[in-house]
């Protein structure tokens, strides 16, 4: 009696293998098929980020997944480990083998091209200068769709690459036996432009500029698709740049700086104003105020004493600290948010292009029109020049010269005139889901707001101007380096000028400051430092401040309050148009922040969404969390953000969008990046995103339906390769003048 077990219920590992040699979406499904045809094994794999996730049980090992890859014709390998020392300095412009093919075979190109096509320049034995110049472009240049097209046959598959290689090669070869064998290699020898096949001029007539043309502009969508992919990883490395490099650790009372790789568990460390905390931590001396706003989304700084804990990467804004480490390495928090946004990268499916859809079908199709043209002359005519110029007809007229412009060249100007507006557009894949969106998710801090306090109201007593009470303010937190009080000194300056001096400053930690000016004792702060209890208008304007949301300073001075100043994070003034904009297009915008509800629904009012529509108190994985959530729930959904505390998120919707004015991590992980971090743009974003979108698929069918209808031209003798080249060219002048629309695009408004 035999027994099975269920592969579900048997315990499984996952590896990551990073995959080499992939040239197109389809590669990437084919592989994701190998894998999966294992028993026990479910595979994932995305042709962006050039890795496969595999979850396998018991009878599987990581050497057969490997194998499997290898016997489909790819390359596979287990990442290596991170390193613990500091990277070493990346060399100031790598070398980028796939442009300098492309800038090869565009200088040997050009003259090639205009040779052939432009009856005035050929000279006598002008087509040998030609063959000469098209050899290197078609070996040297076109070397990876030829390998990429063996490597392909080998495992019985066909891709674009198999079109291009054979329509190339096709055409030089022809090429090369008519200079040689044929009639073409004759001194004074001109083309002869017919439309049809004929015998007369099959053995003299060179396809030299289409195989050097194909090769060229196939080379130029290459590269500017690989220009774009290698950012991908980009997001995890500018999450791990954020921490702070070396560190004061105290060694028998002595301050000694180390990098951060040698910090261990208990060590103790020092954060001066204005640092970086090194490493996930405990305060065990001072005390100060920590801006986390970028990995927590908290506006107001976090005030930290003696038995708090604190978070590496957040900045020290008050005084002296002494942390002792609790968590070092992959376990910190800043470590646990790269491996978010990894987790999101990976598992966002990677967009299949609509060509390398169609190639699965259109490719062998193709070759089976061209052999059965090849055999049909042959039986037909009995005439093999005849027969082999119609089946290179052809695979010229078939081959993908269009199909590789038709991405590329309206991701290109769809992207200048976003650059010129304030957008960028990261790549073609981003624009699957901007037409499906119906959810818009606002990330607060930085967002809809200014990122920083900001003097809201002065509220006074009826006997102190507002002058007066920020004068003396002003000076007294110009000595402080807390957020809120460099707030208040920033507008002081701002609106007063020049500022008296401080004398006999004192900071009280956690109730606010005091000092001499112009002999008045003056206090900032808590109401606690007062006296005197707050007169009943500047106590109802306090409590009026604390209800929106926002910080009510204290300001008196001789032992009297004389007003109350209200600082918060400021709402940008475009932020409620940019909410209107937003609805236009049909989209429901939520306010999504790490704040409390209160403050939360104080910035929600203010640009109109309402309190229902507002989501608080949320911390980096919960806005991970709540992203996939509406994802279940049936929705597509946008988010915008800005911070660290954003990056997971913005990885993980089908469409993210980040500031330029927020940080690396957020703008790598993002799709979209809003340049100028004027709300606004985000309407906008979408809508140049959908129109590009529209172009590339109207490039896209254009091109398959030109190659169609002008397939049974070439089947039947009625198109002369030389013209199919022309007709081919045009194809291509044809997808990059409907490209260049996209440069008429207008923001709203």
């Given amino acids: 009696m035999s027994t099975t077990t269920d592969p579900a219920a048997a315990p499984r590992d996952r590896v990551e293998l990073s995959i080499g040699g992939m040239t197109c979406a389809s590669c990437a499904a084919r ?11 479910e595979a994932s794999v ?155 001029d099959a053995s003299s007539a060179l396809y030299l500029e289409t195989a050097a043309a194909v090769t060229t502009l196939i080379l130029l969508g290459r590269w500017l698709e690989a220009r774009s992919k290698r950012r991908a990883g980009a997001a995890l490395k500018a999450l791990l740049e954020l921490g702070a490099k070396d560190v004061a650790v105290l060694r028998d009372g002595r301050e000694v700086r180390v990098p951060v790789a040698q910090l261990a568990v208990g060590d103790r460390f020092v954060v001066r104003p204005g640092e970086k905390v090194a490493t996930d931590g405990r305060v065990v001396e001072g005390s100060s105020a920590v801006d986390a706003s970028m990995l927590t989304g908290e506006s107001v700084p ?28 992959s376990d910190t928090q800043l470590a646990r948010m790269a491996k978010l946004v990894e987790d999101a990268q990976n598992g966002k499916a990677a967009a299949q292009r609509l060509a390398d859809r169609i190639s699965a079908v259109f490719v062998p199709i193709v070759i089976l029109i061209a052999l059965g043209t090849l055999v049909g002359w042959l039986l037909a005519t009995d005439n093999p020049a005849e027969a082999f110029t119609a089946a290179v007809a052809v695979l010229i007229i078939a081959c993908p010269c269009a199909l590789g412009l038709a991405t590329p060249t309206a991701l290109l100007v769809g992207t200048g005139r976003g650059a010129q507006l304030g957008i960028l557009i990261k790549g073609p894949e981003v624009l699957e889901n901007t037409r499906r969106i119906d959810t818009v998710l606002l990330d607060k801090t930085g967002t809809v707001t200014t990122g920083r306090m900001t003097l809201l109201a002065i509220h006074t007593t009826d006997n102190t101007t ?52 112009d002999g008045h004792t003056v206090v900032a702060g808590r109401e606690t430092l007062l006296t005197t209890p707050l007169p009943a208008d500047l106590a109802t304007a306090k409590t009026a401040a604390e209800h929106a949301g926002h910080t009510a300073i204290t300001i008196g001075w001789d032992n009297t309050a004389h007003a109350v100043l209200e600082i918060a994070d400021a709402v940008k003034p475009t932020s409620a ?15 999504l922040t790490g704040d409390n509800h209160t403050t939360a629904q104080s910035v929600a009012a203010q640009i109109g969404i309402p309190a229902h529509d507002v989501i608080a108190d949320v911390l980096p994985q919960d806005k991970l969390t709540t992203v996939r959530r509406l994802q279940t729930e049936g929705h597509t959904v946008a988010m915008i953000g800005d911070g660290i505390n954003d990056a997971a998120a913005l990885a993980q919707a089908d469409l993210g969008l980040a500031l330029g004015t927020g940080t690396d991590a957020a703008i790598q992980a ?78 709203a408004g």
């Avoid at 592989?31 to 026990?40: C, T």
């Avoid at 590339?696 to 039947?716: D, S, V």
Wanted: glycine share 8%.
């Fill in 46 to 200: 995305n042709y962006a980020t050039e890795k496969a996730r595999v979850d396998f049980g018991p009878g599987t090992s990581v050497a057969d997944l490997i194998a499997t890859v290898e016997a489909t014709g790819y390359t596979a390998a287990l990442p290596p480990p991170p390193a613990a020392p500091e990277p070493p300095a990346e060399p100031a412009r790598e070398p980028d083998p796939l442009r300098e093919r492309l800038l090869v075979s565009a200088v040997l190109s050009l003259p090639v091209v205009l040779l052939s096509m432009v009856p005035a320049l050929q000279f006598d034995d002008w087509q040998w200068l030609a063959f000469a110049l098209t050899g290197p472009v078609v070996v040297y240049g076109g070397l990876p769709f030829h390998r990429a097209a063996w490597t392909n046959a080998r495992h019985g598959a066909a891709t674009m690459d198999t079109l291009v290689s054979l329509g190339t090669l096709a055409a030089f070869g022809w090429s090369v036996w008519a200079l040689f064998l044929g009639d073409a290699g004759m001194p004074g020898m001109r083309h002869s432009f017919t439309l049809t096949v004929g015998g007369a």
């Fill in 466 to 517: 507002e002058d007066q009470a920020l004068r003396l303010a002003g000076a007294l937190e110009h000595a402080s380096e807390h957020p809120i009080a460099q707030a208040i000194a920033t507008a002081a300056r701002e609106r007063l000028g020049t500022l008296p001096p401080v004398q006999n400053f004192t900071n009280t930690p956690g109730h606010g400051v005091h000092g001499t000016i």
């Fill in 577 to 591: 148009q940019a909410v209107t904009d937003l609805r236009a297009l049909g989209l429901h915008p939520l306010l």
């Fill in 302 to 329: 976090v005030e930290v004493a003696v038995g708090d804990a604190v978070t590496g990467a957040t900045v020290n804004a008050g005084g002296r600290l002494v942390v002792e480490a609790t968590r070092i390495g």
């Fill in 31 to 41: 592989i994701e098929k190998k894998l999966n045809r294992i028993d026990g094994v």
């Fill in 670 to 747: 993002a799709d979209l990046t809003l340049v100028r971090g004027d709300l606004r743009t985000a309407a906008d974003a979408i809508r140049l995103s959908r129109r590009t979108l529209t172009t590339i698929k109207g490039n896209l069918f254009w091109a398959f339906a030109y190659n169609l209808a002008a397939l049974p031209l070439a089947a039947t003798g009625l198109l002369n390769p030389m013209i199919a080249g022309a007709a081919m060219a045009f194809s291509s002048v044809f997808v990059v003048t409907n490209s260049l629309r996209l440069r008429t695009f207008r923001p």
